[in-house]
């Protein structure tokens, strides 16, 4: 799986600092503290219809973010969706985008890690493309990357930072072995998630779920976010699943638990929802997309075009 240019976006404007620039043009500071260290969050939104689905949520998982990193400020809510709604004005968009926020620490005097350097910030930089949901629809492959999630203790996940190097090297190691992604373990050797996206599974009777109790009917299983981000779109997933009158769990889960699970899903708002055909060489299911995953595909695809912010 590799993106595309898509020729929409040649002339992207982008707003950085507040600033509406074409994309050749926009700049960031070298003293930026995203530049500088990583120090920054972020949250990924979808617009479709003029909407962006859950953009409360998202904006709420940015400010415990920031201030988990003792940002000394975050710009208001409405002060962001203004910025988001001028830079998607500024682009003609109302459907199929994907935008990254990102908020950084601000702009330092001098170059160094220490907080008290920053004089001026939070910079607000929001990158808005035409997007698509990245993921094949048919159905996506996976390999285990020897890259761990961290556990809490080391950089807690629940913070949403711009750290994405073990992402990027399990990434690499997926690019090697010709899968589309990575699966990621924690610390401990159970599950966490891709490194991209968060895992689901499907126990069928014969199973087992977390807790080693047998399965008794379709269960919708996924890892617990003690090494892995509190997902948005999982928490949306789980919801629509219990809605539907499907049994969800969540727990620590191993590879051949993985590997033998009736189907397997992945979920981001940058892939939507994606079938998993195949992990380690193992077929997943029949190698397609399996009941449950196609039924929760169509409830997402129905709640996303119809809820959300409206913002153009």
Aim: charge should be negative; charged fraction near 20%; glycine fraction near 10%.
């Amino acid at each position: 799986m590799l993106q595309k240019f898509d020729e929409r976006n040649r002339d992207l404007i982008v707003s950085v600092g507040g600033r509406l620039s074409h994309r050749d043009e926009a700049g960031v500071s070298p003293f930026d503290s995203s530049v500088q260290g990583g120090d920054a969050v972020w949250e990924g939104l979808r617009l479709t219809g003029g909407r962006i689905f859950a953009l409360d949520e998202h904006l709420a998982r940015l400010r415990r973010s920031a201030h988990a990193l003792a940002f000394s400020s975050v710009p208001p809510d409405e002060e962001i969706t203004s910025e988001i709604r001028r830079t998607l004005a500024a682009n003609g968009m109302r459907d199929g985008v994907h935008i990254r926020l990102t908020l950084t620490r601000g702009v330092k005097v001098t170059s160094g890690m220490d907080p008290r350097l920053n004089t001026a910030g939070p910079t607000l930089i929001v990158l808005a493309e035409f997007k698509d949901p990245v993921y094949d629809a048919s159905g996506i492959r996976l390999v285990t990357s020897s890259v761990r999630r961290p556990a809490p203790d080391c950089l807690d996940p629940k913070v949403h930072h711009n750290n994405l190097l073990p992402s990027i090297l399990a990434k690499v190691e997926a690019n090697v072995a010709g899968a589309d992604d990575a699966v990621m373990l924690d610390h401990r050797g159970f599950i966490a998630e891709t490194n991209a996206t968060h895992i689901f599974m499907v126990f069928t009777p014969g199973a087992r779920g977390a807790l080693g109790a047998p399965v008794t009917g379709p269960v919708l299983a996924t890892p617990t976010t003690a090494s892995c981000p509190e997902g948005i779109t999982r928490s949306t997933v789980l919801r629509l699943a219990s809605e539907a009158g499907i049994a969800t769990e969540a727990g620590d889960y191993t590879l051949p638990q993985l590997y033998n699970a009736a189907e397997v899903l992945v979920t981001g708002t940058m892939g939507g929802l994606a079938p998993v055909t195949e992990i380690d060489g193992r077929t997943i299911g029949d190698g397609s997309a399996g009941p449950v995953t196609k039924r929760l595909t169509g409830l997402y695809a129905e709640l996303t075009a119809s809820a959300g912010t409206v913002v153009a």
